[in-house]
C-alpha cells in the first residue's frame, strides 16, 4: 500500500507561481512512475504532468507545458509540481499518482485557486 500526502497548495493571483510536493510511503519509492492530475469544479480530472522513476522522463498536458515543471527526490520520497504563470484557468484540486507496476495510488488532493 502506497500513501500519498500533498501539501503547497493555496490561493494566488494570477501570474504567481506555487510549488506543490507530494510525500509518498513505501520502501520502493524509486521504481514508482509519479503523476499529477487535477479536477476543476465541473469538470473531470485530467492530466497535467508525469516523471518516470529516474526523473529523467517527464511528459506534460499541453496546457502547462513551458509552465509547469514535475521533479522528484527519490532520497526523499517526494514528488514536486512547481507552477509558475498561474493562470485562472489552473483553478482545480491537484491530485497526486503513483504507479507501482500497474497498481495505481491516489492522493487526497490540495487546492489551489488562481485569482483574476
Known amino acids: 500500500q502506497v500513501q500519498l500526502v500533498e501539501s503547497g497548495g493555496g490561493l494566488v493571483q494570477a501570474g504567481a507561481s506555487l510549488r506543490l510536493s507530494c510525500a509518498a510511503s513505501?520502501?520502493?519509492?524509486?521504481?514508482?512512475?509519479m503523476a499529477w492530475f487535477r479536477q476543476a469544479p465541473g469538470k473531470e480530472r485530467e492530466f497535467v504532468a508525469s516523471?518516470?522513476?529516474?526523473?529523467?522522463?517527464?511528459d506534460y498536458a499541453d496546457s502547462v507545458k513551458g509552465r509547469f515543471t514535475i521533479s522528484r527526490d527519490n532520497a526523499k520520497n517526494t514528488v514536486y509540481l512547481q507552477m509558475s504563470n498561474l493562470e485562472p484557468e489552473d483553478t482545480a484540486v491537484y491530485y497526486c499518482?503513483?504507479?507501482?507496476?500497474?497498481?495505481?495510488?491516489w492522493g487526497q488532493g490540495t487546492q489551489v485557486t488562481v485569482s483574476s
Open positions: 499518482y503513483a504507479d507501482e507496476v500497474g497498481t495505481r495510488f
Open positions: 513505501g520502501r520502493t519509492f524509486n521504481t514508482y512512475t
Open positions: 516523471v518516470n522513476w529516474s526523473g529523467g522522463r517527464t
